[in-house]
């Protein structure tokens, strides 16, 4: 059963504190991606992972870092997490060369 | 600059009607439009894709028309039920063999079906 999985699926933090995102799949693809939804916005790229440790910012990627240390895991860090950043984090995974994204549940992210 | 425009933002047709949620792009390079439905709380699924070589792709009620020359194409849902309220994302990409792949999506059209 494919399945990208996100851990936790809500959570708060207050400014300045750290915050780790985690999401995994279970379908060996080799390209992995990290977008935020808010609200009228659509979803907007931050990074995106080809495989371990080849990743590459996407359209949003400032105060975000990322990690991928196995295919089938990968990490969306905030450093001192600021309240801008409260929103919807969704992973998604695909097999490079082919278009299908399969999504996650996403991240309920609140920063105070 | 917005590659991927979507109207109209929410859409409210009758149960048994067919609703038309529009898209359009900027860059002729793109490919591949995929559509993505969301339900509230969930993470967005495809639902219906089309290649730039073809102008319509139908799966059901779901149907895809594409301009190229326009940049244009539109997700036709016939016969609209309650259980189609969501929210559609259109999507597009580059050729994956440019070395970066990435897919830009519109802002989304919130589809309501009254019953």
């Known amino acids: 059963d494919m399945k990208v999985t996100q851990m936790p699926r809500y959570l708060i933090k207050r400014m300045g504190e750290n915050v780790l995102l985690e999401c995994g799949q279970d379908m060996s693809h080799e390209t992995m991606y990290w977008y935020r939804q808010d609200p009228g916005l659509g979803l907007q790229l931050i990074y995106i992972s080809y495989d371990v440790d080849s990743n590459s910012e996407g359209d949003i990627p400032k105060g975000y870092r990322v990690s991928r240390k196995k295919r089938e895991h990968f990490s969306l860090i905030l450093d001192s997490a600021k309240t801008n950043q409260t929103s919807v984090y969704f992973c998604?995974?695909?097999?490079?060369?082919?278009?299908?994204?399969?999504f996650g549940p996403g991240t309920r992210l609140l920063v105070l | 600059q917005q590659q991927v425009r979507q109207s109209p933002q929410s859409l409210t047709v009758w149960e048994g009607e067919t609703a038309i949620l529009n898209c359009s792009y900027e860059?002729?390079?793109?490919?591949?439009f995929p559509w993505y439905q969301q339900f509230p709380g969930e993470g967005p699924a495809l639902l219906i894709s089309i290649r730039s070589v073809s102008d319509k792709k139908e799966d059901g009620r779901f149907t895809i028309f594409f301009n190229k020359r326009e940049k244009k194409l539109s997700l036709h849902i016939t016969d609209s039920q309650p259980g189609d309220s969501a929210t559609y994302f259109c999507?597009?990409?580059?050729?994956?063999?440019?070395?970066?792949?990435?897919?830009?999506f519109g802002k989304g059209t919130s589809l309501t079906v009254i019953p």
């Open positions: 998604a995974s695909s097999y490079w060369g082919q278009d299908t994204q399969y």
């Open positions: 860059d002729s390079t793109f490919n591949y």
């Open positions: 999507a597009a990409s580059v050729p994956p063999n440019t070395g970066y792949q990435n897919f830009y």
